[in-house]
């Protein structure tokens, strides 16, 4: 048996969505150093430019291009452009998701509608577009980002953490339909990561050390360290994977609170 080149994605297509910053940002270099063909989207398509150009200044091959996930006719049209243009779509990995702080009797409509067309329903749409391609072919990963909030949760938290629940619900039935045609659909659920979303809690010093001394790691984590999982999961590493949550969170959801008990 040989797994020298279990993590290769050499001669792999991925669409990474997120690209401009944070996590997407990582992962779309991770790809790219492991050998794919990178396809970088954003809402900011300067942002996805800006990482395709980085990516094909270290001598890979990247593209970026502006994508809003919340619009289903413009995800089908950038898979298909990206299909037609690359032959393929072996491996799409989707992290936006925006964030409303407000306690349940504070939220507006609007802002319920918001939350849930990006993070909800742009991941539904994206699963869904890359579904019709992959199944077609007969392979293919997806990876969508949910959170710890798929299971726990904290005041002000009640839409964000619906909708990443969600996201599990949904990658698991993706899991299930899609993987007699050869593909594979999972979530990675972060802890708390330094990015764009989580910037107004960094920028409050209380704010930020009570979340570092939630976990484990007693840290926040840095973007690139959601690279490893994904890689994981969009590789042949995970060829008996689907329909999985992976938590990368620095032990946050395994531990209850941060008191040690007397004589432990």
């Known amino acids: 048996m040989e797994f020298s080149n279990l993590f290769s994605l050499k001669g792999k297509v991925a669409a990474v969505i997120g690209a401009a910053s944070g996590i997407g940002e990582a992962v779309a270099v991770g790809c790219a150093q492991h050998g794919a063909e990178v396809h970088c989207l954003d809402i900011n398509g300067a942002g996805a430019e800006r990482t ?25 049209h950038a ?15 989707c992290t936006p998701s925006i964030n ?15 939350v849930i067309s990006v993070n909800l329903k742009g991941s539904f749409n994206v699963i869904q577009a890359a579904g019709r391609h992959m199944t077609a072919q007969g392979s293919g990963s997806i990876i969508l980002f949910s959170s710890i909030r798929s299971q726990i949760v904290e005041p002000g938290q009640s839409v964000y953490a619906a909708t990443k629940a969600g996201i599990v619900q949904i990658a698991r039935t993706a899991a299930a339909e899609f993987g007699p045609s050869g593909v594979r659909v999972n979530a990675i659920a972060p802890g708390v990561v330094e990015t764009p979303l989580t910037a107004p809690i960094k920028a409050k010093q209380e704010w930020y050390d009570a979340y570092a001394s939630r976990n484990i790691m007693e840290r926040w984590a840095e973007p690139g360290e ?28 395994a531990v209850d609170g941060r008191f040690q008990p007397p004589g432990v």
């Open 226 to 253: 959601m690279v490893g999982a994904a890689l994981f999961l969009a590789s042949q590493a995970a060829s008996y994977v689907t329909g999985t949550v992976l938590f990368v969170d620095g032990g946050w959801t």
């Open 52 to 76: 395709a150009g980085m990516i094909s200044s270290q001598g890979q091959v990247a593209h970026g291009t502006c994508l809003d996930i919340s619009d289903a006719d413009a995800v089908d």
């Open 100 to 114: 409303v702080r407000k306690s349940i009797l504070a939220y507006s409509g609007e802002e319920f509608d918001r």
């Open 79 to 93: 898979l298909a452009d990206l299909v037609s243009l690359s032959g393929q779509v072996d491996i799409v990995v």
